[in-house]
């Protein structure tokens, strides 16, 4: 069993960056890729970003590439989410999820999920 506690959400203006972190329970968090998805009032949880349990490759949906970066300190039970550039439509509550697998995941095909952290984007 692993537990999931998101943090780092807030207000921002538009332009603005953020840091989320998620903090996992247990002894074996180097065993789990982990992801991070967004839900928006009325739309499908989408796909965000997603790390493999060694950090040796991460992988974006096409709405953040090259804005948001996802890391991970294995040492501190820790996966990050750095959200620079951060637009309107960034606003939703952000989730991290966990999958004990070696492979990388982009689906919502998770084990664990966090209760979620909220992130406003202002204009």
């Known amino acids: 069993q692993v537990q999931l506690v998101e943090s780092g959400g807030g207000l921002v203006q538009a332009g603005g960056s953020l840091r989320l972190s998620c903090a996992a329970s247990g002894r074996t968090f180097s065993s789990y890729a982990m992801g991070w998805f967004r839900q928006s009032p009325g739309k499908e949880r989408e796909f965000i970003a997603a790390?493999?349990?060694?950090?040796?490759?991460?992988y974006y949906g096409d709405s953040v590439k090259g804005r948001f970066t996802i890391s991970r300190d294995n040492a501190k039970n820790t996966v990050y989410l750095q959200m620079n550039s951060l637009k309107p439509e960034d606003t939703a509550v952000y989730y991290c999820a966990a999958r004990r697998t070696m492979f990388i995941v982009t689906t919502v095909a998770y084990d664990y999920w966090g209760q979620g952290t909220q992130v406003t984007v202002s204009s």
């Open positions: 790390i493999r349990r060694d950090g040796g490759n991460t």
